[in-house]
Every structure is written in structure tokens, then in C-alpha cells.
């Protein structure tokens, strides 16, 4: 027979194997909770660094493209012959693009260029300095001597650089529209070559004449090598010439109704009062483009580049 003690005993004994338990049990469930919010705080440190190192290569980066812009804006003319009149609409997209122009005395010429060159951003600007660089190039080579003679033989040296024209290679159609002025100071006579663009002719009275250069790009596998560009011939004696790339005319309007800018459009505002001086029509062009805009952002690279003789 077991004694009253003994029970009492046993029972308290019962009691304390299920408290050991339950704390033991409740230590496991604070070292699970001081593990989660150990992990939790490495999570949130890593998090952190992460976040750090990600805004670092940001930063990098704009310091990088804010480095191309200075670049790529030196490539541009820093003096203007004093012959002519002459304004310009210089806008990339994204800080760098591959729009450019060219304008250079060549002593009896003067050479004007307005460049579209596939893409924009750094891409963009990659390409325009390929391209850029071609141009100087073309400017002492003795063999080329026309408007025409400039675009083919810049066609047949970006095509041979991204080898465009070898079997061997992947086709690539990079390359540019634009146009290519050449303007003879005594006999205020203009060359004029396009690939896949046109100019745009302002006389004191009349409409707008439109000079339409070839339907083909410079580069490209589609465009055959030695490609002849034709070259026209204009008297601008009293013009003012309007050289663009087409990122003006492709500015869209507000909601609801998206209208690009547009060609007739365009044509309105060059045709409107611009009292023979260029940078007015800059200045018309500009207003225009913002009033069409409204809030809109611009899609594309925009250069126009308007002159006269003086």
C-alpha cells in the first residue's frame, strides 16, 4: 500500500517535469524569435547595402553620360562662318543622342550637315561620333567634292566599319539620315544631297519650297555599296535654308487625341512671318513645338538648323 506522502509526491513531481517542459519549450520559441530578428536585422543591413552600392553605380552612371554630353557637345561647331545668318535647334532626348550637325568653312564652301544617326542615348551617341569622325575624315579627302560624292562615300565607310556589306558577318542597318549642304559663298549657289531626307527653301515671297534628297539611309545592308546619293543644285541668294531631322515633326500631342507635329504642320509655321532672319524662325518653330506638346515629353533626338547668307 503506498502512502499518502508517496502521491503527493509523485504528483509534484508530474508537476515539474511539465513545467520543465512548457519553459524549455518557451526557450526554443525565444531563440526561434532572437534568430528571426537577427535575420530579420542582417536582412535589412544587407538590404541596405544593396540599396547603397546600387545608388553608387547610378550615380556612376550619370557622372559617365554628363561626361559623353561635354564630349559630344564639343564635336559641335564652336565658331560660325561669318558669312552666314544662321540659328539651330539642339536637343537630345536623353542627355547624349545621335543627332549632330556640321558646319564648316572650306574656304570658297561652306559645308552643313544635319545628321540623324540610328538610335539615341548612348547608343545614339556612339554612332554620331563614328559618324562625326567619317566626316572629318570626307573634308580632306581630295576625291570628294559634292553634296552626293559626301553621302555615298560616308555610306561606303560606315558600311565597311560595322561590316554591313560582309557575308560573314550579322547584318546590321545602322546607320544615318540627314543632309548634306554645300554652299558656294560667290556664286550663292547650294548643293544639296539627302538620304532619306529633305530641306526646306524660305523665300522673301512665296511658299516653302521643299528640295526632297534619295530614299535611302548612309549604312545599312540595305543600301548597296557605292550607292550614288544625287546631288541638286539651288540658287539661295534670297533664302533662308531649313535643314531638321526628323524628331521635330514626330513631337505628339497631349491626350486624348496623340497627333504628331507633322510635316504640314511645319510647314505653316516656316511659311509664317519670319522677317528674313533665322533665329525667328527658330523661335516660331520652338513656340509651336510647345504649344503642340502641351505636357507631352519629346520622343526622339530634335536638331533643326536654319541660315542664310549674309
Known amino acids: 500500500m503506498v502512502s499518502p506522502d508517496s502521491e503527493e509526491t509523485d504528483i509534484d513531481l508530474t508537476e515539474v ?3 520543465e517542459s512548457e519553459i524549455s519549450n518557451q526557450t526554443k520559441q525565444i531563440k526561434k524569435l532572437e534568430m528571426q530578428v537577427k535575420l530579420g536585422g542582417n536582412l535589412a543591413k544587407e538590404l541596405e547595402r544593396q540599396k547603397a552600392v546600387a545608388l553608387e553605380a547610378q550615380e556612376e552612371v550619370r557622372k559617365s553620360i554628363q561626361y559623353a554630353s561635354r564630349i559630344q557637345g564639343a564635336m559641335l561647331p564652336s565658331s560660325l562662318p561669318d558669312d552666314l545668318l544662321i540659328d539651330r535647334i539642339w536637343k537630345p532626348l536623353n542627355v547624349v543622342g545621335g543627332d549632330f550637325y556640321v558646319i ?31 566626316f572629318d575624315r570626307l573634308i580632306h ?34 546607320g544615318f539620315d540627314g543632309s ?8 550663292k549657289t547650294l548643293q544639296f544631297a539627302g538620304a532619306r531626307s529633305s530641306i526646306f527653301l524660305l523665300p522673301l515671297d512665296g511658299q516653302t519650297i521643299e528640295v526632297k534628297g534619295n530614299r535611302k539611309s548612309a549604312g545599312g545592308s ?58 525667328r524662325i527658330i523661335n516660331n518653330v520652338q513656340i509651336a ?13 530634335m536638331t533643326l538648323v536654319a541660315f542664310r547668307l549674309n
Not at 548634306?180 to 556664286?187: D, F
Not at 541668294?237 to 504640314?264: N, Q, R, Y
Request: glycine residues 6%; aromatic residues 4%; proline residues 4%.
Open 17 to 19: 517535469e511539465r513545467l
Open 289 to 301: 513645338l510647345d504649344n503642340h506638346r502641351g505636357t507631352q515629353p519629346f520622343r526622339d533626338d
Open 222 to 279: 540595305r543600301t548597296p555599296i557605292n550607292y550614288a546619293f544625287d546631288t541638286h543644285e539651288v540658287n539661295i541668294a534670297d533664302h533662308i535654308v531649313v535643314m531638321l531631322t526628323d524628331g521635330i515633326m514626330d513631337v505628339m500631342s497631349e491626350e486624348p487625341t496623340h497627333v504628331l507635329f507633322g510635316k504640314d504642320r511645319l510647314l505653316n509655321i516656316l511659311s509664317m512671318w519670319n522677317d528674313y532672319d533665322p533665329s
Open 104 to 134: 564648316k568653312d572650306l574656304g570658297e564652301t561652306i559645308l552643313i550637315a544635319v545628321i540623324d544617326c540610328t538610335g539615341h542615348g548612348v547608343p545614339g551617341a556612339l554612332l554620331s561620333t563614328l559618324t562625326g569622325s567619317i
Open 141 to 174: 579627302d581630295p576625291d570628294v567634292s559634292t553634296a552626293g560624292e559626301y553621302l555615298t562615300s560616308a555610306h561606303n565607310l560606315i558600311s565597311t566599319m560595322l561590316g554591313q556589306h560582309d557575308d560573314s558577318k550579322v547584318k546590321s542597318n545602322d
Open 180 to 187: 548634306i549642304c554645300l554652299l558656294n559663298k560667290k556664286t
